[in-house]
Each structure stands twice: as C-alpha cells, then as structure tokens.
C-alpha cells in the first residue's frame, strides 16, 4: 500500500489527504494511523462485517468520521444510535463507547484522537492484534505526541 506513509517524528508543515473516504477504503486493516502530531492523531478503520470497534474508555477524546457502511454507536454500554456515512460522533475523554458494523459491508471510519492514542505508524490487522498490542504496552504514541 504506497500510499500509507505515516510520519514518525514530529510533523513540521501541512499534511495533505485527498480523498480520505478513497484512501480509506484502500487498507483492509482494521486500525492504520496515517498521521500523528503533537496534540492530535489521524487514524483510519476498517471494521469487517459482524466486527466492532470493541468496548473501551480512552484518556483522549475522540472524534469519529463514519464514511462507508452502516454501524452502531453504543454510548455507556446502553445507549444505542445508528450511524451511517457522513455522520460525526464525538466521544469526550472518560466515556465508555463501542462502534459495530451492523451492516452488509465493512464499516469505515476515520478518526481523530486527541492528543495520540497510538504509535506513531500502527498497523492493526484485527481487533485482537490491536488489543494484544495494547496490553502489552507496544502501542504507545511517541513522547513528543503526549499532551504537555
């Protein structure tokens, strides 16, 4: 995928994504970060057909960009809405969330953490390689993306 370059030092200029719902599209991983600076990253997501962003609760806030499928935003473990392409959801640091795929084809989403939640240049292929990784400490964001 030539197309997937991910910075990993801090940014110094413009980063340019044209067409991101194309460019999205492109990766079948499930989590690959494009950019990351020092207060915020960019990610983009594949979640497959019956898949789930999986339950969590981040130190960051979280903004969600729902470009292709049809998915559901569960808030707090209760509260269900549906989301479709072109809808923005916005999950504030310390909110318990998940995202599923509820639809015929993957979900793809774009999203911006901030500040970073991830290394620099992860690559997920599934959401249990994600978690693994996570668990195991391996998928810190770089020092100089920690918010100051």
Avoid: C
């Avoid at 019956?50 to 339950?55: A, R």
């Avoid at 960051?60 to 292709?68: E, I, N, P, T």
């Avoid at 774009?110 to 690559?123: G, L, N, Q, R």
């Amino acid at each position: 995928m030539s197309r997937f370059h991910p910075n990993t030092e801090p940014p110094k200029g413009f980063a340019f994504f044209k067409n991101v719902q194309e460019l999205a599209s492109e990766s079948d991983k499930f989590r690959r970060v494009l950019w990351t600076g020092t207060h915020s990253q960019f990610v983009i997501m594949t979640v497959p057909v019956g898949g789930e962003i999986g339950e969590e609760t981040h130190t960051v806030d979280q903004h969600l960009m729902f470009l292709s499928g049809k998915g559901q935003a569960i808030e707090g473990g209760t509260k269900v809405h549906d989301v479709h392409p072109g809808d923005l959801v916005i999950v504030p640091a310390g909110t318990l969330h998940n995202f599923k795929n509820v639809g015929p084809t993957p979900l793809i989403v774009s999203t911006i953490y901030a500040p970073a939640e991830h290394k620099a240049d992860t690559v997920h292929d599934t959401l249990e390689q994600g978690e693994k990784l996570e668990d195991e400490g391996k998928d810190e964001p770089p020092s100089w993306a920690k918010e100051k």
